[in-house]
């Protein structure tokens, strides 16, 4: 089993920044891939961004240029670096990996983007 935390978000006012991190524990010795998804109030969950290893990375085209995906395999914990942030970036943020076929999810973190 994989168990995955997710921790700092917050309220930040449009134009902030936050930083999410993700822990990761359990039967999970590499942590890329990783992923991280969004789901806002009456939506379907989406895709934010994706990385593979350090040097390679993914995003959805909404948050190009202001979201950073990285990770530390020694401390096995990925981030997600957001700038900018935009009334729309409100949503609970979860990181996703997927081992052996199975997906693994944590149970989220609130960001609030609102003056």
């Known amino acids: 089993q994989v168990q995955l935390v997710e921790s700092g978000g917050g309220l930040v006012q449009p134009g902030g920044s936050l930083r999410l991190s993700c822990a990761a524990s359990?039967?999970?010795?590499?942590?890329?891939?990783m992923s991280w998804y969004r789901q806002a109030p009456g939506k379907e969950r989406e895709f934010v961004a994706f990385i593979l290893s350090p040097d390679n990375t993914r995003y959805t085209e909404s948050v190009k240029g202001r979201f950073t995906i990285s990770g530390d395999n020694a401390k096995k914990m990925v981030y997600l670096q957001m700038n900018s942030l935009k009334p729309e970036d409100t949503a609970v943020y979860y990181c996703?990996?997927?081992?052996?076929?199975?997906?693994?999810w944590g149970q989220g973190t609130q960001v609030t983007v609102s003056s």
């Open positions: 359990g039967f999970i010795f590499n942590i890329y891939p």
């Open positions: 996703k990996v997927t081992r052996r076929g199975t997906d693994f």
